[in-house]
């Protein structure tokens, strides 16, 4: 009884849905059994195509589609492998462009007319008044007497009054006490002091750089210091100041300089 009754349960199913499993399952099988007939008959691909995606049947050509070969990469140089200057040839070397050096601008022409060169005649430039007093050319005795003691820069000559032998660097007139004494020459007083050995003493410079020591001057001379004096005018009086020569008799005693250097008066002076 129950086995009739699985066989008509089996019937009944087939009959029903189990119709459509096997329909489906048929269509499955026919679709794998062509699917397998139809790719086991074509040939490998060769490397580099590609099958057409599309299986285009009217271009036999497109069944096949090259693939673009890749490039391999290109190997860096390695430092080693790189080029130097001193691997390059000489003319290689040598024939990079330098700039050019720079040229100075050439200088713009002087627009400015040119001076004229024509000589014109001009009046020879005045000359102007010297304020130099003019070299003394004349002098004049400071009194008259007769010449006690000479001048004398080489040999020495015996001092009554100190004892000994010295030079002697001027010129001693005999003169009376109040003489007066007469500058040489023109000139400007220096000085005016007292000297230990020759007394009141009075200096004058005159032109040319000659100076002028008048000494055993009384106390108080009649000129001052930077007074302008004449030849022949009055600077003072003969005295008895001169310690250092007071055993001689009254005399002026008179020097003269030349830049500084003891000259003789009697080369300078008149004839008496």
Request: hydrophobic letters at 35%.
């Amino acid at each position: 009884m129950s086995n009739k009754k699985s066989k008509g349960g089996i019937i009944d199913f087939l009959a029903g849905k189990g119709f459509y499993i096997i329909l489906i399952l048929c269509i499955a099988a026919i679709g794998v059994s062509g699917y397998m007939l139809f790719f086991s008959d074509r040939e490998p691909e060769a490397p580099g195509y590609l099958s057409n995606p599309l299986n285009a049947e009217s271009d036999p050509a497109l069944d096949r589609v090259p693939m673009p070969a890749i490039p391999s990469a290109t190997p860096r140089p390695s430092l080693d492998s790189m080029l130097t200057l001193d691997d390059l040839p000489v003319a290689a070397v040598t024939s990079i462009p330098t700039a050019p050096p720079d040229t100075p601008a050439a200088p713009e022409p002087d627009s400015s007319p040119a001076p004229d060169s024509t000589p014109t005649s001009q009046a020879p430039p005045e000359p102007s008044p010297s304020s130099e007093p003019k070299p003394v050319s004349v002098f004049v005795w400071p009194v008259k007497g007769a010449m006690v003691n000479a001048f004398s820069s080489d040999d020495l000559v015996y001092n009554k009054t100190m004892g000994d032998w010295r030079v002697h660097l001027g010129l001693d007139i005999e003169s009376a006490l109040g003489t007066q004494v007469l500058a040489i020459a023109d000139g400007v007083v220096k000085d005016i002091y007292d000297h230990v050995f020759l007394g009141t003493t009075v200096v004058i410079d005159h032109a040319g750089g000659y100076t002028s020591y008048y000494s055993n001057l009384m106390k108080k001379p009649t000129v001052t210091v930077s007074q302008q004096v004449t030849a022949g005018q009055v600077i003072g009086g003969v005295g008895q100041t001169a310690e250092g020569e007071r055993r001689e008799v009254n005399h002026l005693h008179l020097e003269l300089q030349l830049n500084g250097k003891p000259i003789d008066p009697l080369d300078y002076l008149p004839e008496p």
